[in-house]
């Protein structure tokens, strides 16, 4: 499946920032199994309300790269329909835009039941967002007056079997997370919590599996995780020793679809539910310090901002030493840590066993 990527940008602010971005689109269409024949930043004057990036500058690209034999194009921003629509009917080839990727990737990964029907439900509510918006554009034609078309009163069906389809989901997820609330609370009695967070591809399987051996699922791709995964942990320092259960999540992303924050919530809630989060961060990539960001915003977003965070960088064995150095002295807090080559994970193990038993004492002298 052969696609092109597009970034449609008004301004030429920040070209580093907008090619990290269209590296990462180009990663996330690699993990749908894409093949990626081109990736460009398009430069426009503004956006033209029709075809977004204008009729000039797309006819050129359909010249130059025959989209006529190509799969599909993908597009990193937010397109209307209507705008879409016009795009595919010019480039003769299938348009998407990245938060329909994001969804495609998250259908392609959803392994249990609880996270299938979180998938549907955000792609539903995303079709049915677009389909709200295409009444909108449809009214502005016919200058809000007159008959309903046919066209309309399909769309009205439409909406109709979607809004039934996310109402029946809705109540599917809300019987399947309270099981999940109470399995979780019962394991989680008397039992200290720390989850592993951070931006996708950063790690955090691998170092689940590092630390506990667990078999869980990792690769090279975005999203790999969809689904939670807790985990024992035994800490001891030669006297006193704590069982600690530390549970892998969902990566997080740049401008992650609305939609799929709404349907994971919860889950992401109960997993960073913990007395403790782990903020593992790729330090070798390029964009690491906007990844950060990203994250503690989204934590932000699901209520997770007070819980303590130890920032973790992952991937030390592919940092040079200079780097290594700065870094160190940027984060002087931080840990630094490979999952793979398992450098430094003993400090880990003991900062997370220090906080606990920190904790434990000011908890008794209260
Ligand atoms: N060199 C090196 N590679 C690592 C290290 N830790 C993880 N990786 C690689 O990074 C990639 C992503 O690892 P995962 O553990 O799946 O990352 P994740 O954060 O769980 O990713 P998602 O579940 O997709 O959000 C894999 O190819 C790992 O082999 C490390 O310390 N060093
Ligand atoms: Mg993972």
């Not at 009163?153 to 979607?162: G, P, S, V």
């Not at 592993?196 to 699922?217: E, I, W």
């Amino acid at each position: 499946m052969k696609v092109l990527l597009l970034s449609v940008v008004e301004h030429r602010s920040s070209p580093l920032l907008q090619q990290v971005s269209l590296e990462e689109l180009s990663e996330l269409a690699r993990t749908a199994g894409y093949e990626v024949v081109d990736k460009l930043v398009v430069f426009i004057r503004s956006i033209d309300p029709k075809t977004y990036l204008g009729i000039g500058k797309l006819q050129e690209l359909v010249d130059f790269y025959h989209t006529e034999e190509l799969d599909g194009i993908i597009i990193q921003q937010e397109l209307s329909p209507s705008q879409i629509k016009s795009v595919e009917e010019k480039a003769l080839c299938k348009v998407m835009t990245r938060t329909e990727l994001i969804l495609q990737i998250f259908a392609l990964h959803a392994r249990t039941k609880i996270a299938k029907i979180q998938v549907e439900l955000a792609q539903l509510n995303y079709m049915l967002s677009r389909l709200v918006g295409k009444g909108e554009e449809m009214s502005r034609i016919r200058g809000g007056i007159g008959m309903r078309g046919p066209g309309e009163q399909q769309l009205e069906i439409d909406r109709r079997l979607l809004r039934k389809r996310i109402h029946t989901l809705t109540e599917q997820l809300k019987k399947a997370e309270k099981g999940m609330q109470e399995r979780r609370k019962k394991r989680r009695k008397h039992q200290y919590s720390v989850a592993l967070v951070g931006y996708t591809n950063a790690g955090k399987s691998s170092l689940l599996q590092a630390l506990t051996h667990a078999d869980v699922l990792i690769e090279d791709k975005l999203f790999a995780t969809l689904d939670t995964t807790s985990r024992r942990l035994w800490l001891t320092d030669g006297n006193q020793s704590l069982q600690v259960v530390i549970t892998d999540t969902v990566g997080f992303i740049q401008d992650l679809p609305h939609t799929l924050v709404e349907s994971f919530r919860s889950t992401l809630l109960e997993a960073v539910d913990t007395e403790l989060i782990i903020h593992v961060v790729n330090s070798v990539h390029p964009a690491y310090v906007q990844q950060i960001e990203t994250v503690q915003k989204t934590l932000q977003e699901i209520g997770a901002e007070h819980i303590p965070q130890i920032l973790c960088f992952n991937k030390i064995d592919l940092l040079d030493t200079e780097l290594y150095l700065q870094l160190r002295q940027n984060f002087p807090k931080a840990y630094f840590v490979s999952a793979t080559t398992k450098e430094n994970l003993p400090i880990l193990r003991e900062a997370i066993y220090n906080f606990f038993i920190k904790r434990e004492k000011s908890n008794s002298s209260v």
